[in-house]
């Protein structure tokens, strides 16, 4: 099987000179295409900067780190950019611009992909919105959507582009039981229909079964990362 993420060695630092603090001590990690890999871990352990460098919203400065079959450690900003372009991004608050509808927060996920039309845009952002039970409500604002609502209008927006990779953090905080299990039952089978991977770092032990496999940061260190750990469905 072909492999989406492949990091190795990797270090990461915050700060310069005195105030310079290492943060992710020699990262190792293979995550094959198709693969969900929940990570888990105590607060402050490194979880969300794992995920952003992957993601390419920071830099790597040592190490490798292969995402999609590019390096991203010593990337510049513009091959950065570019990168992005083929992943998803899922996370707690959302961020839904407020100004703009459902249909409007949806279609900002096709913003980087010039090929298409307006009209294009549009309709792969209708069905998009469909897909995830909202086609009611496309014209609806976040404020007022629910909050298990609102994060379906995010995951679709980081699915809309048919993203080879996902990236999600804590994308079921603030959300009651039921709604953040169909929040992950939706980017479940949404990325198993687009043979997507996903990346997605939680404190919610209600959701790790959908894991194929569940790796644990703890002190800028990843413990676990073996079939051992993988759940049984
Ligand atoms: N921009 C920053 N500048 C300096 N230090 C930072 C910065 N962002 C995070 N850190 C530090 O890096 C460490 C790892 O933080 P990170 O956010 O990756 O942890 P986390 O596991 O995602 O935590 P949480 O579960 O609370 O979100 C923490 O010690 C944090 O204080």
Redesign the pocket.
């Given at each position: 099987m072909a492999i989406a993420i492949s990091v190795q060695n990797l270090d990461y630092y915050?700060?310069q000179g005195q105030l310079r603090?290492q943060?992710l001590f020699d990262i190792n990690l293979e995550i094959d295409t198709g693969e969900i890999v929940i990570m888990t871990?105590?607060?402050?352990?490194?979880?969300?900067?794992?995920l952003t460098l992957v993601g390419g919203l920071r830099s790597a400065q040592s190490g490798s780190l292969r995402v999609l079959g590019q390096e991203l450690c010593g990337a510049t900003a513009q091959q950065l950019t570019q990168a992005r372009k083929h992943y998803g991004y899922i996370f707690q608050a959302h961020n839904l611009h407020g100004s703009l509808t459902a249909l409007q927060n949806v279609k900002m996920g096709l913003e980087l992909h010039r090929e298409l039309s307006a009209a294009q845009m549009k309709a792969r952002s209708i069905a998009m919105l469909e897909q995830v039970g909202l086609g009611d409500r496309i014209d609806y604002y976040p404020d007022g959507l629910s909050g298990g609502q609102k994060q379906r209008v995010a995951i679709a927006r980081a699915l809309v582009s048919h993203p080879k990779l996902v990236l999600a953090d804590e994308p079921t905080a603030a959300l009651d039981s039921k709604s953040g299990r169909d929040v992950v039952n939706l980017m479940q089978s949404l990325a198993q229909e687009q043979g997507c991977t996903i990346l997605l770092?939680t404190?919610d032990n209600r959701i790790l079964d959908v894991a194929d496999r569940i790796v644990h940061?703890e002190d800028?260190k990843l413990k676990r990362n073996s079939t051992a750990m993988t759940v049984s469905h």
């Open positions: 915050f700060g603090k943060v871990g105590p607060s402050g352990s490194g979880k969300t900067t794992l770092v404190h940061m800028g």
